[in-house]
Nanobody, 127 residues
Framework: QVQFVESGGGLVQAGDSLRLSCSVS????????MGWFRQASGKEREFVAA???????????WYADSVKGRFTISKDDAKNTVYLQMNNLKPEDTAVYYC?????????????????WGQGTQVTVSS
């Protein structure tokens, strides 16, 4: 059984930083693409970042344009944990953040391609 435990959300002010963690059991991170998505109130779930191990380089990473340069995704395969370091947070980053896993097929930015999801952690950024 695949389980995700997300943590690290909270209420911060604009310009602050947070680090989200997603501890995974039931699957091996090195064989999956791990993604972070977010969903603001009244909006659709949107892609934030993704990471996948590579046989040729350490890993591939992808980011949404809205977070590029501010957010960093990383993972520790030994701990089976994925992280999202969020710097220079803005009020528009306010959302519930979810981590998710997908296999080889499908685009990394489409939520429908991810088969396993965490319960989400709330991030609120005040102005």
């Amino acid at each position: 059984q695949v389980q995700f435990v997300e943590s690290g959300g909270g209420l911060v002010q604009a310009g602050d930083s947070l680090r989200l963690s997603c501890s995974v059991s039931g699957l091996t991170l090195s064989t999956y693409t791990m993604g972070w998505f977010r969903q603001a109130s009244g909006k659709e779930r949107e892609f934030v970042a993704a990471i996948r191990s590579s046989a040729y380089i350490s890993y591939y990473v992808w980011y949404a344009d809205s977070v590029k340069g501010r957010f960093t995704i990383s993972k520790d395969d030994a701990k089976n944990t994925v992280y999202l370091q969020m710097n220079n947070l803005k009020p528009e980053d306010t959302a519930v953040y979810y981590c998710a896993a997908k296999g080889d097929d499908g685009d990394y930015y489409r939520a429908t391609n991810y088969h396993s999801w965490g319960q989400g952690t709330q991030v609120t950024v005040s102005s």
